[in-house]
């Protein structure tokens, strides 16, 4: 017998990473939902209180 893949029930918010809630799927919460839309709609947001997954590290390869 093979184990079974253990899939997660719950995606993380992709905004926080904090458990998702089935109210505002796949988010945390309806200000990550906001935040997402904003993203996609301005490609930056400037909405502060939440650190969203931001490569800051462009590559430090000093040449
Ligand atoms: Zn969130």
């Known amino acids: 017998m ?3 893949v253990r899939l997660r029930p ?3 918010c ?5 458990p ?3 109210k505002f799927h796949p988010f945390c919460s309806n200000r990550c939902a ?3 839309l904003s993203r996609w709609l301005g ?8 650190e969203a997954e931001d490569d800051r590290q462009e ?3 000093e040449s």
Do not use: N
Not at 14 to 18: G, N
Not at 43 to 50: D, K
């Open 10 to 12: 719950k995606r993380p």
């Open 14 to 18: 992709p905004i926080c990473s904090k």
């Open 34 to 36: 906001q935040i997402d």
């Open 20 to 22: 998702s809630q089935q």
């Open 2 to 4: 093979t184990d079974p």
């Open 43 to 50: 490609g930056h947001y400037g909405i502060p209180a939440v």
């Open 59 to 61: 590559g430090s390869d």
